[in-house]
């Protein structure tokens, strides 16, 4: 993924987490029963809407320090892709098992969130590690 694509895909993610939390609060402002009435489902929206508007901002900055630091292109791709996979796992991982949750715990889609947040994690380790001399990656 190029530098240019990560941007707009971050800003994408962005006004999607952003669309989500609008939509939440007009749930909630409506007293939309099916939506609000379930505090489980509630609660995951949030965190959903949440996790995904934070990292989707922590890409539009990944995107910026990519670029400063002259991270060579080989890492910055991997980077990237796995910055951008990362946050909408966790934001839709979120959403989705608020969405298709049982009696008492969050749906299957919840296994996904400790997998976007490991890719989170490693993009921003492989940022500030990563130097402009360093070798390309195999």
């Known amino acids: ?9 971050a800003f994408v993610v962005v006004a999607l987490f ?3 939390g609008l939509w939440l609060e007009a749930m909630i402002g409506l007293r939309a029963t099916g939506w609000i009435d379930d505090s ?4 995951f929206l949030r965190l959903g809407h949440a996790h995904g508007g934070i990292l989707g901002l922590l890409n539009l900055a990944l995107a910026w320090g990519l670029e ?15 910055a951008l996979l990362g946050a909408l796992l966790v934001g839709l991982g979120f959403i ?5 949750h049982g009696p008492t715990d969050p749906g299957p889609p919840i296994l996904v969130v400790p997998a976007g947040a490991m ?3 490693c993009a921003l380790v492989a940022t500030a590690l990563v130097r402009r ?5 195999p």
Do not use: F
């Open 1 to 9: 993924m190029d530098a240019e694509r990560h941007l707009r895909a």
């Open 18 to 20: 952003l669309a989500s």
């Open 40 to 43: 489980l489902r509630r609660e």
């Open 68 to 82: 400063r630091l002259a991270t060579p292109d080989t890492w910055a791709r991997r980077i990237r892709l796995a």
């Open 96 to 100: 989705a098992g608020g969405l298709l």
């Open 119 to 121: 890719l989170m994690l």
């Open 133 to 137: 001399g360093d070798l390309e990656a």
